[in-house]
């Protein structure tokens, strides 16, 4: 099982930016997948989310307006477009994904594997 990030780098503030996060070795519809991210000296923060059943999105108020998540499950791919960026949005971007089927749920409450997966994270530069 492996998710890996793409797509980081430096961009002026006021610039896009768009992120990928590719899953392999298990089923993304089954899942709920989210970006994080961490600002040094910060702790990880929720940016975004997006649900598997229903493809419903909710965001941190931060970046609202900004911030598109988005899925594609043929691909096993998730996606961050962000705009107008600001030098606060600089950090560590990783996606997160937890499964949400019956058995994912099942294997939880009786504290068994928790189906929940980071990536390796992608870094996000905005100079003011």
């Known amino acids: 099982v492996q998710l890996v990030e793409s797509g980081g780098g430096l961009v002026q503030a006021g610039g896009s930016l768009g992120l990928s996060c590719a899953a392999s070795?298990?089923?993304?519809?089954?899942?709920?997948l989210s970006w994080y991210r961490q600002a040094p000296g910060k702790e990880r923060e929720l940016v975004a989310t997006i649900t598997g059943t229903n493809g419903n999105s909710q965001y941190a108020d931060s970046v609202k307006g900004r911030f598109t998540i988005s899925r594609d499950d043929a691909k096993n791919t998730m996606y961050l477009q962000m705009n107008s960026l600001k030098p606060e949005d600089t950090a560590v971007y990783y996606c997160?994904?937890?499964?949400?089927?019956?058995?994912?749920?099942?294997?939880?409450?009786?504290?068994?594997?928790?189906?929940?997966?980071w990536g390796q994270g992608t870094q996000v530069t905005v100079s003011s």
């Open positions: 070795g298990f089923t993304a519809r089954n899942y709920d």
């Open positions: 997160y994904a937890r499964g949400e089927d019956y058995l994912a749920r099942l294997s939880r409450q009786r504290g068994g594997f928790d189906y929940t997966y």
